[in-house]
């Protein structure tokens, strides 16, 4: 993975300085708390629920053991014993005190991390494939050209304050396990017919109020001018989006308001002027970043089988282990969605573990996933049992991989002012209650947002719940259908909400209809495609 | 009744305005009336409270009650983690909240 | 009017009133306008050549578009005075030399002890704009 030389590294420690002294005059009064919000929202740093809540950016979820063990330390030095992964592969702690943040930014710089850019009306941490590198299907790892785009995007001097927040996601196979097509740009890196690099455009995604799959603008910008593009897309949002209104504020709406085909050909205007300004990077540049990228010293015969004899052991390597493209290894999900667990919470002795088996097994490295669990890309086979005994040992070892048992949750209202209900009570419940079932459901994409702006990605989710606020008491909407992959769609909404209980029974009420209508080796989602959403509102209202 | 709520600068700490500085405790919130704009601007020029606001509370047996769910969980913790909150040795603090 | 606190050129400032976009076509006399968030940078390209002075308004720090506006024109090739009016804070100052700001007239008078501090904090810089600055990823390959 990249490794900072020592100009990243000078950035990152002129950072924290820069910080140290904004937060020192802001406790002196020299900055008042408008002109300070938005530096510290530069920082990752959000006045939250309970506390001051950081959130540390973690470059497309790729990180080392160092790092992770870090991140554990963290947790335990300066906040509550324990983070929470997110849905952009980043990690958030909820108890920080202002006064040791720069402190906190210091000791992630001495392992190359930092906060930069994680909030605030910028470009936010770009995300990537959690299989980059193992998957048999990409055809070329992402990540550099995510880390290529990291330092683009870092301390840009004309994109700082944006109408509004910018997320990008960056994949380099057919099947999207980013969500690729939600981001405000997402990139797929293709292969023309002569075999070149470049990169698919995909601009205007987005969920929250008004959930948006991005168009195509250009199936195909030459690798060599990929920068020129981006640049190109964030200079006509930068002048045009909307600022009048926060929610109308977001690239989507200036492409659904402009119409696709006028805003590409603002941005098609705005690439021809940016390509005689000479602001590419140097393809030096990125054959220098892919260095970090190349295979691990995998072992050529590595033994491609697995002793299957212990039934735990199967069931987990059947749901959480993915086939590697090094014959003899395969790509572990560490799930941190245990039954009745905080998902994508993981304590500081969890997340040490997590660090020392990676080094042991994974050749160092880690990923963090979209939907909160964290991956080991690169286990030989021959360490597999060993792992997962250890895994189950720290609770870390549950099978549930894409079932309705892997749920992404927002923090919700237990955790965030921004929420109108509470996620994780519910999340738990439906937990507990789908357990025994939920091996005989499969695949099954279970979303909970705890207000509209969709963090918990409930739009996206074979189920979604949106958390409302029903005069004052929690409220609960469920919807059916969504999907973020190459076939991305969005959620419907079956009708009335209910209140927590009657939620649960809900979700357990559309996954019968499921089980009794299923044909064949049908998911959950293609039962719902075929037979439409009226057997479900049948037996959800009657 | 209405009572202030904010958070500390420095520690970002839940605090309620107990009628001369600033508690963890929302047992101790005063009802200020119709000085809560006031107050607030003082404090928050005196960088005593950060991001202060005006809440409705009802008066109960233990002191105000928030009117709202959402400062009912700031004034004890998250509901999840009943551990990490004001009160981890009450076992009915959750259903205050509720 | 707002006093110049920083000046990054050594020519003479321009004393001229600066005018509106709209109105600049008309005043052929006129060597400075003043440019608002929302209008268009562009409108000005045919008219850099008696451009002296180009003010840029920042209503709220938080409007981001007088950035994009100060590097089409440089990128253009305006060589005269780019002022940053308006609500600008000590923060900004580094990102908007790099946007080609040359000079920096805040509403509030700012510390120039920190103003220094912050536009000296960053040695080096990741990606190019017309300042001149080498962007490190030319840089680390000579």
Excluded at chain 1, 480 to 504: K, Q, R, Y
């Amino acid at each position: 993975m990249y490794q900072y030389d020592q100009y990243d590294q000078a950035l990152v420690d002129a950072r924290v300085a820069d910080f140290r002294d904004q937060v020192r005059r802001r406790l002196d009064g020299s900055l008042s708390e408008e002109q300070f919000r938005p530096l510290r929202l530069t920082n990752g740093l959000y006045l939250q629920l309970h506390a001051y809540m950081l959130r540390v950016a973690i470059p497309y979820g790729t990180l080392n053991s160092a790092q992770m063990r870090m991140l554990g330390d963290i947790a335990d030095k300066y906040d509550r014993g324990y983070g929470h992964f997110t849905t952009r592969q980043n990690i958030q702690y909820n108890w920080i005190k202002l006064e040791e943040a720069p402190d906190i930014l210091a000791d992630l710089a001495s392992v190359e991390m930092h906060a930069i850019q994680t909030s605030g009306n910028c470009i936010r941490n770009t995300t990537s494939d959690q299989y980059a590198g193992a998957a048999a299907d990409e055809i070329v790892d992402p990540r550099p050209y995510a880390e290529l785009i990291r330092q683009w995007s870092t301390f840009h001097p004309e994109f700082n304050y944006l109408p509004r927040k910018f997320k990008m996601a960056v994949i380099a196979s057919d099947t999207d396990r980013a969500a690729m097509r939600l981001h405000d740009i997402g990139i797929q890196i293709v292969r023309n017919a002569a075999g070149e690099l470049g990169a698919a455009f995909f601009v205007g995604g987005g969920m929250g109020r008004t959930p948006m799959i991005a168009p195509c603008l250009n199936g195909f910008v030459p690798i060599s001018q990929m920068i020129t593009y981006a640049e190109a897309c964030l200079r006509v949002y930068n002048q045009h989006g909307r600022r009048d209104n926060k929610y109308k504020a977001r690239i989507k709406i200036l492409v659904h308001e402009l119409g696709k085909e006028e805003y590409t050909r603002q941005v098609e205007a705005e690439f021809a002027h940016l390509l005689t300004q000479n602001i590419e990077p140097p393809a030096a540049e990125l054959e220098r970043i892919k260095t970090f990228f190349a295979d691990p010293a995998f072992e050529a015969g590595a033994p491609d089988t697995l002793d299957r004899s212990n039934p735990a052991f199967a069931a987990w390597v059947d749901t959480n282990c993915l086939a590697h493209k090094q014959a003899g290894y395969i790509a572990v999900t560490i799930s941190l969605k245990p039954v009745g667990g905080i998902p994508g919470d993981a304590t500081s002795d969890q997340i040490r573990l997590m660090a020392d088996l990676a080094k042991a097994y994974s050749f160092d490295e880690l990923r963090v996933t979209h939907a909160q669990n964290i991956v080991l890309p690169h286990v030989k086979k021959a360490d597999l049992f060993t792992l997962w005994q250890h895994l189950d040992a720290a609770g870390l070892g549950t099978a549930n991989l894409d079932h309705i048992g892997d749920m992404i949750a927002c923090p919700g209202l237990d955790y965030c002012s921004l929420a109108n209900a509470r996620s994780i009570p519910v999340a738990q419940k439906i937990s507990e209650r789908m357990a025994a079932k939920q091996h005989e459901i499969g695949e099954l994409k279970l979303k909970i947002s705890g207000c509209i702006n969709a963090c918990g990605h409930h739009h996206a989710g074979h189920i979604g719940i949106l958390g409302v606020d029903r005069k004052g008491v929690e409220n609960y909407q469920l919807s059916l259908g969504g999907c973020e992959g190459a076939d991305t769609s969005l959620g419907t909404i079956t009708g009335p909400g209910f209140d927590e209980d009657g939620i649960v029974n809900a979700v357990e009420t559309a996954t019968q209809v499921y089980l009794d209508h299923k044909q064949g080796g049908e998911r959950f989602l293609d039962t719902y495609r075929r037979i439409g959403m009226a057997p479900f509102k049948e037996a959800l209202y009657g | 009744m209405k009572i202030l709520t904010g958070n500390d600068l420095k520690s970002g700490a839940v605090t309620w305005w107990d009628g001369s500085g600033w508690s963890l405790h929302v047992e101790q919130a005063a009802d200020v009336g119709d000085q809560g704009e006031a107050i607030i601007a003082t404090e928050q020029a005196a960088r005593r409270v950060v991001s202060a606001y005006i809440i409705d509370g009802e008066p109960g047996a233990n002191g105000p009650r928030p009117a709202h769910i959402k400062d009912r969980i700031r004034a004890l913790g998250p509901t999840v983690r009943l551990d990490l909150s004001l009160k981890p040795a009450d076992a009915n603090a959750g259903n205050w909240v509720i | 009017m707002v006093e110049t606190q920083f000046r990054f050129r050594s020519d003479e400032p321009v004393g001229d009133p600066a005018v509106t976009v709209d109105s600049f076509g008309d005043q052929t006399n006129a060597s400075a306008v003043r440019l608002e968030p929302g209008e268009d940078a562009r409108d000005l390209l045919p008219y850099l050549d008696r451009i002296k002075l180009v003010e840029v308004n920042f209503p709220a720090y938080t409007d981001g578009r007088g950035y994009s506006a100060a590097r089409i024109l440089r990128e253009a090739g305006y060589t005269g005075e780019l002022r940053a009016v308006g609500d600008v804070l000590i923060d900004q100052l580094a990102m908007m030399r790099r946007c080609g700001f040359d000079s920096f007239a805040p509403n509030t008078e700012l510390n120039t002890a920190d103003a220094e501090a912050a536009l000296g904090r960053y040695g080096d810089v990741y990606q190019p704009t017309t300042d001149g600055r080498v962007p490190l990823w030319t840089k680390r390959h000579g």
